[in-house]
């Protein structure tokens, strides 16, 4: 069966799985969604059986049906592969009451590795398949995290070449570290004398013009983005889920059929998305519970039926939640009102225009998978303090959101079921977060040399991410200026 990938905004467009891939956004600026949530093709039982790449395949198949079995696999191999510090790339840990999906193994040690590592295959492929003979340069700027994700994702991809832009002095220590050290030979990182939406406005300006793509075309190069909107980066996430319910039933621990809760720390609404398709693929799943930090637009949306950003924006200990639109929601907003183009495109423009939306009643029915609820800056403090008092398990910042929503679901409903939480980032990634969480922090230690207090406090090993930071050299010293963005490009290029 072949799937095929129409715009939120206007579904005459479809696209191929690899159209979609190359192109990012439907050029009406919606977003990419297959003409269909397919149902898993071998049961739960069987795929306990697999491996995480095994079971990956049997997950993108189904959405990617222009890509032939090899290509596929070729992906999958190249991006779950060493890179991951563990075999499982996706390990369940338990306790007392919940499971952790420990999402955070990859190259960069937080969950955007698991779609980062294999979006320059699919994307790589894609150009092949649609005969786009040009060189793919990735164009991104970046406010810290998904910067490095994207070059560890790109690095040394044949085809490819990624350019990174960041706010020279809006980020933190490690997080510039982790940039700046990135040894790929296709690379290239620049800080900017400016902000992230500077930089943010400066590579949006290069993707639309046009003289430049033309310039850029004759020298044989053309620009594409690593966006989370991309569906080369959501489709990957579902796989993990289908992996999470499968390995569960597998150990024994849910019997066939059984449901099973998800719980979710959200950003940008990409990852819980991924967890609502799972679901929609056949995963018995009772809940999706969907946590944020007091920038709570999604507790209020479930709550209340109203989209409304205009509100202050919060700066908070668990940074990628940091967000007043979720993007990913325009998927949702879609698929609840029936696939209706016209409500969804006039809904987005009420959000551009006004800030806000309000969906009918009908299709907050269609949220009832949904729970949502939010922790406060105490809460995530208390619920990284708690755990690590109980049983000695250290969650980070983002993932202790979701551990303090998921004990306020117990309190409000008394459901016990399975409960699986994707834990989104090392400890290590905010390690003074973390260290203040259990009373252990030390002002007068920068950030890496509370590395070593971490790896006291919880037995942890340091991960190869950290490690490398440490000792490898700096590659990347260009600084630009705001205005100086297109001219820097074309001097790594050579246009
Ligand atoms: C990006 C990110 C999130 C949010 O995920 P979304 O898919 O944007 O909802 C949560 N935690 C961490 C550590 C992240 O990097």
């Known amino acids: ?53 095994d079971i990956a395949y049997n997950v993108m198949k189904l959405y990617f049906t222009d890509f032939t079995e090899e290509e596929l696999r070729y992906c999958i191999d190249h991006a779950y592969d060493s890179k991951f510090d563990c ?22 040690i937080a969950f955007k590795d698991m779609a980062l590592s294999i979006l320059p295959y699919l994307m790589t ?5 649609n005969n786009v003979k040009n060189e793919i340069v990735i164009l991104t700027a970046t406010s810290g995290d998904t910067g490095k994700a994207a070059l560890a994702g790109f690095s040394d991809v044949p085809g490819t070449k990624i350019i990174v832009f960041y706010p020279k002095d809006g980020v933190s220590e490690i997080q510039k ?3 700046v050290t990135e ?21 949006k300006e290069m993707f639309n013009d046009k003289k430049l793509a033309e310039e850029l075309d004759e020298k044989g190069y053309q620009f594409s983005s690593a966006n989370s909107i991309n569906i080369g980066r959501l489709i990957p996430q579902v796989a993990y889920y289908v992996y999470a319910y499968a390995s569960l039933l597998n150990k024994g621990v849910l019997k066939d059929g059984e449901e099973i809760n998800f719980t979710v720390p959200t950003g940008n609404f990409g990852n819980i998305l991924a967890a609502y398709f799972a679901k929609e693929m056949g995963v018995p799943v009772h809940k999706l519970i969907c946590a944020s930090n007091e920038n709570k637009v999604l507790f209020d949306f479930f709550s209340t039926g109203e989209y409304d950003k205009n509100r202050d924006f919060k700066l908070t200990s668990s940074p990628s939640m940091d967000i007043l639109i979720s993007s990913n929601l325009e998927r949702l907003i879609y698929l609840i009102c029936n696939r209706d183009d016209k409500k969804t495109c006039a809904l987005m423009e009420n959000l551009k225009t006004g800030g806000k939306y309000e969906i009918t009643a009908d299709m907050k029915k269609g949220l009832d998978a949904f729970y949502g609820n939010y922790a406060t800056e105490a809460e995530t403090a208390e619920a990284i303090r708690s755990k690590y008092d109980a049983e000695g398990y250290v969650m980070d910042t983002h993932t202790a959101v979701a551990y303090d929503v998921y004990t306020k679901y117990l309190t409000d409903t008394d459901d016990d079921m399975v409960n699986v939480i994707a834990s989104t980032a090392s400890p290590y990634k905010f390690t003074r977060s973390v260290l203040a969480a259990l009373g252990k922090d030390d002002s007068s230690k920068s950030d890496l040399e509370l590395v070593p207090v971490l790896n006291e406090v ?16 700096v590659r990347h010293n260009t600084v630009c200026e705001v205005d100086k963005m297109e001219e820097t490009v074309k001097g790594f290029l050579g246009v």
Do not use: C, W
Request: charge should be neutral; charged fraction near 25%; avoid cysteine.
């Open 1 to 53: 069966m072949s799937i095929l990938y129409e715009s939120t905004r206007d579904k005459s467009l479809k696209v191929q799985a690899s159209e979609a891939i190359l192109q990012g956004l439907s050029k009406d600026g919606g977003l990419f969604v297959p003409t269909e949530i397919p149902k898993l093709d071998k049961s739960l039982k069987e795929l306990g059986t697999m491996s995480y790449q």
């Open 87 to 108: 075999k499982e790339i996706a390990p369940l840990k338990e306790t007392q009451d919940t499971y952790f999906m420990e999402l955070y193994h990859g190259k960069t």
């Open 125 to 129: 492929t894609s150009a092949k398949k």
């Open 177 to 179: 570290l982790q940039m």
């Open 183 to 203: 040894q790929g030979k296709n690379t290239f990182v620049v800080g900017i004398n400016g902000n992230f939406d500077q930089a943010q406005t400066g590579v």
């Open 458 to 473: 919880s037995g942890m090993p340091v991960p190869g991410a950290v490690k490398e930071i440490m000792e490898l050299p």
